[in-house]
């Protein structure tokens, strides 16, 4: 089945600094790929869709400038969080889907960051 | 407005039924997701229903109803591995996923 990579798992780092969130599809090609986050016993939340070779699409009440998204190539996405700030500390999720319309979301295994 | 919703928590007995319901109000629909997230985990794909009916996968099934919008997720012979949140999705006209706040479901022995 499909696969998606995401790294890395975890990560600590202290405020102010960046960090980069890197989502690869493994066996198939994504033209757009999904970031989520998830806080606490909460739903996931949207943050973005990235699209290969063009800009992110981002959800209202999302900084596109604090979380920088990259889709150079149909199976890689990144993600940074610029400037982190200890209310950026969540759960990072991407995802990818293939081109069928019956195709679910294939998830990454997420990413726990925490800013100190 | 688009929305989903599930119940926020249920609790069942280990080697029981469970059904999970979601409704739905959206604009349009191309199709309902059911997903199951562990704790701390990513979540992972349980079913896909875009026409009406059951679907059947393992102890796992899902019925879609269209004109109802509505749709459940049946767990049967309950394992404590089940013990997880299960989200409802569904993709609208636009192609965009639309989430549930997921319902917890606490499996007891």
């Known amino acids: 089945g499909a696969v998606v990579s995401q790294h890395p798992s975890w990560v600590i780092c202290k405020s102010g600094t960046s960090v980069k969130i890197e989502c690869r599809s493994l066996?198939?090609?994504?033209?757009?790929m999904f970031w989520y986050r998830q806080f606490p016993k909460q739903s996931l939340m949207l943050m973005a869709t990235?699209?290969?070779?063009?800009?992110?699409?981002?959800e209202q009440g999302v900084e596109k400038d604090k979380f920088l998204i990259n889709h150079a190539s149909l199976t890689l996405s990144t993600l940074t969080v610029t400037s982190a700030h200890p209310e950026d500390s969540s759960f990072y999720i991407c995802?990818?889907?293939?081109?069928?319309?019956?195709?679910?979301?294939?998830f990454g295994n997420g990413t726990r960051l925490t800013v100190t | 407005g688009q929305n989903i919703d599930q119940p926020t928590e249920m609790t069942a007995t280990e080697g029981a039924i469970v059904q999970i319901n979601c409704t739905y109000q959206?604009?349009?629909?191309?199709?309902l997701f059911w997903y199951q997230q562990h704790a701390g985990e990513a979540p992972t794909f349980l079913s896909y229903?875009?026409l009406d009916g059951l679907e059947e996968k393992g102890r796992f099934s899902s019925f879609l109803s269209r004109s109802k919008g509505y749709s459940y997720l049946l767990l049967k012979e309950l394992q404590m591995k089940d013990s997880a949140s299960y989200l409802c999705?569904?993709?609208?006209?636009?192609?965009?996923?639309?989430w549930g706040a997921g319902t917890k479901l606490i499996i007891k022995p």
């Open positions: 990235s699209n290969e070779g063009s800009k992110a699409t981002y």
């Open positions: 066996d198939f090609q994504a033209t757009t």
């Open positions: 229903n875009v």
């Open positions: 999705a569904v993709r609208d006209s636009n192609y965009q996923l639309i």
């Open positions: 959206t604009s349009g629909f191309n199709g």
């Open positions: 995802s990818a889907r293939e081109e069928r319309d019956s195709s679910p979301l294939h």
